[in-house]
Every structure is written in C-alpha cells, then in structure tokens.
C-alpha cells in the first residue's frame, strides 16, 4: 500500500483536489439555484429536482476529470464505453419524450414565466379552456379546470404551444390540493 501512495502521490493529490473543487462547485451552484428560486418563489421541490439535475452533471465532468488525472489508456476502456453507449443510446432513444420534457422542466424553472397559482390558457387546438397550475413537476404540470376536472399537461408541449397568462396567483393553491 506504502509503495502504490510514493507511485502515485501526484493522482492521490490531483484526485483529493478534484473531490474538494467538486463539492465547493455543487455547493456553490446549489446556493444560487436555492437563491434563484427563493427570489422568483418557486416551488421547493423543483428547485432540489434541479440541483439533482445538476449534481448529476457535475459528477459525470467529475469522472471525466477522474479519468484524465489517473491517465487511464482509453484503448482499455473503448469497448467497455461502446457498450455503455450503446445501450444508453437505444434506451434515449426509446425515451426521447422523457428526456424532452425534463429538459423543458428545467428551461421552465429558470425562465420561470408562470407559477403555481396562475391561470393560463393555452393556445391549443384541441385545448383551449383556461385552467390554473396547481404543480409543476419534471416531465409534466398539474393544472385545474373551472369545473374541477384535474389535468396533467407535458413540459415539452408546454413550450411548443402559445402559453397566456391570464393572471396571477389568481387563487392560492397549495401543495397536495389536487390529490
């Protein structure tokens, strides 16, 4: 063990600094995302399904580095990586509708143009009816219906669509209201 530490003193360091930068950098990034909710009164539970989001990111830019510092011959790992791939690439694939509605639950958090609470309409052929958001969450919202039909929209389509806002915080819904 004593022998493996004097070999490799310089990836031992290299690898503690990249640990210490990654937690001050996710803890930082965290920070400013809880900033940019509490400031734009989002719901608490997009603003911690973000920071995932981003953890998540971080860890793999932190792997990367991982592999970069311990110099690791990657004629070794391109078979081990194709196949990685490979499978993630069919199983994205297979689920592109997913991935395209958490992307679009995270361009709504920071471009924040609605909340809960507000009653929109959206620009939709087969949907027209003005409703109020009752929850947004990753892949889809929760919106209500005047008569109190209960509806779930996706993210995605949400974007694509012309969105009116009607008004604000026209009533105040809480959390667990529509179950």
Not at 10 to 28: G, K
């Amino acid at each position: 063990m004593r022998e493996f530490i004097e070999n490799h003193q310089s990836e031992i360091t290299n690898t503690i600094i990249c640990f210490i930068t990654f937690l001050i950098l996710r803890y930082s990034i965290a920070k400013a995302i809880y900033k940019i909710g509490r400031i734009s009164d989002l719901n608490k539970i997009r603003t911690k399904l973000i920071i995932k989001y981003v953890s998540f990111a971080l860890i793999l830019i932190g792997f990367f580095f991982l592999i970069y510092i311990w110099k690791v011959d990657f004629k070794d790992l391109g078979l081990i990586f194709s196949s990685i791939f490979a499978v993630l690439g069919v199983a994205l694939f297979a689920s592109w509708s997913i991935l395209s509605n958490v992307t679009a639950g995270i361009i709504l958090f920071f471009s924040f143009p609605f909340k809960i609470g507000d009653r929109i309409k959206i620009l939709d052929g087969e949907f027209s009816e003005e409703v109020v958001i009752i929850d947004i969450k990753a892949y889809h919202i929760y919106l209500k219906k005047d008569n109190g039909e209960l509806l779930t929209y996706p993210n995605n389509l949400l974007l694509q669509k012309g969105v009116v806002i009607i008004n604000k915080d026209t009533d105040d819904y809480s959390e667990g209201d529509y179950i």
